[in-house]
């Protein structure tokens, strides 16, 4: 069965550090991953999305994470935090041929000043 | 930019209640999801629409749940009589392509249901 883990529910970085969320999948063959972001008391929005065109995604504010199929991971990094990166991020997969997401159990990223 | 648009934005509600959370997709998406996520844990599939049948559904889906889409815009997700632990963010999201392309969901802001 198609699943992420993504280690670290809680994950805590000081403004202008290196971001790493990490997200692994398990999966038999390649999936499509996707990284959303719920800022509070609003909806998931779609930071970035992997479709084996590139195994380095860029994605929206910065964000950018990379597929490495050896490792089965897809974590998402970003150079330099900034205060409104706070927010709960979600890792997914969706398998080739299924319609729905799979989410992770999502990882709270909080930003010290 | 194209939206999902949810109402009501918050539900309260006493338990054996129907409750019908409502979700309008972006126009030209042809597959319609739920997704709920109880306070504190993952964001958790519950059911997806295609071609006004279900295509897909979840364990948690049961038969107190339904959908429907009664007109051409609106997507509805119905609970028959609500329990404790129906108490959730529902996400409504939808999509312009199945299971061809990379299927970006876009989700809306959520209904918060809250059962008394």
């Known amino acids: 069965a198609q699943s992420v883990t993504q280690l670290g529910s809680h994950v805590s970085v000081s403004e202008g550090a290196l971001v790493l969320l990490r997200c692994n999948y398990s999966?038999?063959?390649?999936?499509?991953l996707f990284w959303y972001v719920q800022y509070p008391n609003q909806g998931l929005q779609l930071l970035l999305k992997y479709t084996s065109a590139a195994t380095l995604v860029k994605g929206i504010n910065g964000f950018e994470a990379e597929f490495k199929k050896s490792e089965t991971s897809f974590h998402l990094t970003k150079p330099s935090a900034h205060m409104s990166d706070a927010a709960e991020y979600f890792c997914?997969?969706?398998?080739?041929?299924?319609?729905?997401?799979?989410f992770g159990t999502g990882t709270r990223l909080t930003v010290i000043p | 930019e194209p939206e999902v648009t949810q109402t009501p934005s918050h539900q309260v509600t006493q338990m054996g209640q129907e409750v019908i959370l409502r979700c309008v997709p972006i126009s030209n998406h042809l597959y319609f999801y739920w997704y709920r996520q109880i306070l504190g844990q993952k964001v958790e599939f519950l059911v997806s629409?295609?071609?006004?049948?279900?295509?897909?559904k979840s364990e948690i889906f049961d038969d107190q749940f339904s959908v429907e889409r009664p007109d051409g815009s609106n997507f509805t997700l119905k609970i028959r009589s609500t329990k404790l632990e129906d108490s959730a963010m529902y996400f409504c999201?939808?999509?312009?392509?199945?299971?061809?392309?990379?299927?970006?969901?876009?989700f809306g802001a959520g209904s918060r249901l809250t059962v008394l």
């Open positions: 629409f295609y071609n006004n049948e279900i295509s897909e």
């Open positions: 997914a997969v969706r398998l080739t041929g299924a319609n729905n997401l799979f």
């Open positions: 999201a939808s999509s312009e392509q199945g299971i061809s392309g990379a299927n970006v969901l876009t």
């Open positions: 999966s038999s063959v390649p999936p499509y």
